[in-house]
């Protein structure tokens, strides 16, 4: 399997744009999360799907931001308009929701964004 | 409310001596608990888990001890290797029920010296 899969790795935008990051969970799972991370806060929880339907994003920072999943196979972040602060490294992560005594989350390599 | 945190931020080691890295957790409800390890450029990596119901368990290299008198975990690394540089997190299943969720610790920065 190849594992999580996100794109791009790295993405540097304006301040104003829009940025759409994507993840490709690994085949089978059905738990999708989305994490921010940054120096000083560490890995933040933004959303988490449960069967492509989202369960809880209290962590989603502002209306900004928005998520979705319109099949198993695919989700994506969307940060619009992006802001400076913005700027961390965005992982997706995985788990098979089969085994509700184990979360086991695989991650992806991350993004990389750099809002300038 | 919930809550993971780590002792240390750094921990720097000598090739081939043992490591301890130490978490505290908050909620005495959770039940369930799992090592990451994440090197540079990479995102955090499933090291060893652990339920409540045991004080320890083992694996290739790396024990973790779950005390949950004092709500406190630990992970025990033999033998530390160059490779094992890396910063490491302790998550706790989060949320009432069975969510999902992880809440993770800040991490622990893991500096072997060869």
């Known amino acids: 399997d190849a594992g999580v899969i996100q794109s791009p790795r790295h993405e540097v935008t304006e301040m104003g744009q829009e940025v759409t990051l994507r993840c490709k969970p690994i085949?089978?799972?059905?738990?999708l999360f989305w994490y921010r991370q940054t120096m000083m806060r560490g890995l933040e929880l933004l959303i988490y799907f449960n069967n492509n339907v989202p369960i809880d994003d209290s962590g989603m920072p502002e209306d900004r931001f928005s998520a979705k999943m319109p099949n198993a196979s695919f989700s994506t972040l969307k940060i619009q308009p992006s802001e400076p602060r913005d700027s961390a490294v965005y992982f997706c992560?995985?788990?098979?929701?089969?085994?509700?005594?184990?979360?086991?989350?695989?991650f992806g390599a991350g993004t990389r964004l750099s809002v300038l | 409310g919930e809550s993971v945190g780590l002792h240390l931020p750094t921990l720097s080691v000598q090739e081939g001596d043992n490591s301890i890295i130490n978490c505290a957790y908050s909620n005495s409800a959770s039940d369930y608990f799992i090592w990451y390890k994440q090197e540079s450029g990479k995102g955090p990596q499933f090291i060893i888990d652990i339920r409540s119901n045991m004080d320890k368990r083992q694996g290739q290299r790396v024990t973790v001890l779950l005390n949950k008198t004092v709500k406190h975990l630990s992970l025990q690394i033999a033998a530390t290797q160059p490779g094992d540089s890396a910063v490491y997190f302790c998550a706790e299943k989060g949320g009432s029920g069975n969510t999902g969720k992880l809440i993770f610790g800040q991490g622990t920065t893991l500096q072997v010296k060869p």
């Open positions: 085949s089978g799972h059905n738990s």
């Open positions: 992560a995985s788990s098979a929701y089969r085994d509700l005594a184990k979360n086991i989350q695989y």
